[in-house]
């Protein structure tokens, strides 16, 4: 038989009372008894002093308990209601994807001329509209994202691929963008690297999308350095380095947490700050880190590591 939690609330508040209850008999009787006067003129100011102090003692254990209580009960309608806010987080954004994918679309289809020819003005504005349509595609796609993998209702297909290819693939998205703004875009290679890792290639995609979108969208001017290297010949590296405005050592620690979003240099905060926080949660579902090294005024690095294909077939053997 379970017993109701006003029961147990009840039951702490007797045993409480009691307790102080007891006390204030024992040195009653001790008083009473018969003794050397200074004991009990002792005795008499031990009393006076536990009696408001016990009365005081009651008195805040009640509170305390109601108050647990109260908290408790606020918890579960915070549980309750980020449980609504994820579910109608999701159904918005799955309502949202069709028909930014549909306006995507469109454009390319204008632009590639199935309307017809276009002035240049015209298509230098519509290439404006696609960029912009991207990181809305971006932000669905995390929204989606971030409930599906909390909750382990993403389903990842697990490829053996080469990194190099999502990393080019990725990196070609951004030349127009990156050339608008005037930065001296690169991507650098080893020719001879081992880069063949087992991941799920879209899911890998929209990590190197959100470091690069990142790099620069918050790079004014200067340079944005995609690179990937091989540290050791268990580990592919992937690193994409601007000369932005840096990010300080108190941000550093947050960078990677759910929501949070870095003040820029002129006091605002930008973003939704799921990008980053999906991103560590899919590098480290692939059995590599992520991190970034950066300084105030100095710009930034990002980077990710993953283990190569034989080594992840080990790790998730050994498992």
């Not at 993403?154 to 999502?166: I, R």
Request: charged content about 25%.
């Amino acid at each position: 038989m379970r017993l109701g939690k006003n029961s147990i609330i009840n039951g702490k508040l007797v045993i409480a009372i009691g307790s102080v209850l007891i006390v204030w008999v024992v040195l009653l009787i001790d008083i009473l008894s018969p003794g050397v006067r200074y004991h009990s003129l002792i005795d008499i100011l031990v009393v006076a002093l536990v009696i408001p102090f016990g009365i005081w003692f009651i008195r805040e254990f009640k509170k305390n308990l109601r108050h647990r209580e109260e908290s408790r009960g606020m918890n579960r309608k915070l549980k309750n209601l980020d449980k609504q806010k994820n579910e109608f987080v999701s159904m918005a954004a799955h309502e949202l994807r069709a028909p930014l994918t549909a306006i995507k679309g469109y454009i390319s289809m204008v632009t590639q001329g199935d309307a017809g020819d276009i002035p240049e003005k015209a298509r230098r504005f519509l290439a404006d509209v696609n960029t912009i349509n991207d990181r809305l595609i971006r932000l669905v796609n995390n929204m989606l994202n971030v409930s599906r993998i909390e909750e382990g209702r993403m389903v990842f297909q697990l490829e053996t691929e080469e990194l190099s290819h999502v990393v080019r693939a990725v990196y070609s998205q951004f030349i127009p963008e990156a050339e608008r703004k005037g930065l001296n875009y690169a991507l650098k290679t080893s020719k001879h690297i081992r880069d063949r890792v087992s991941v799920d290639p879209d899911r890998i995609h929209e990590v190197i999308a959100n470091l690069i979108s990142n790099a620069i969208k918050y790079t004014d001017k200067g340079s944005v350095m995609v690179k990937l290297v091989q540290p050791n010949k268990a580990t592919v590296r992937f690193e994409v380095k601007d000369t932005g405005s840096g990010i300080s050592k108190e941000e550093q620690e947050k960078l990677f947490q759910k929501f949070y979003r870095v003040e820029t240099n002129v006091g605002k905060t930008t973003g939704t700050g799921l990008g980053l926080y999906i991103s560590r949660l899919l590098v480290e579902i692939f059995g590599g880190k992520i991190g970034l090294n950066s300084e105030l005024g100095k710009g930034s690095t990002f980077w990710f590591e993953i283990p190569l294909a034989t080594s992840a077939k080990k790790k998730s053997s050994a498992v």
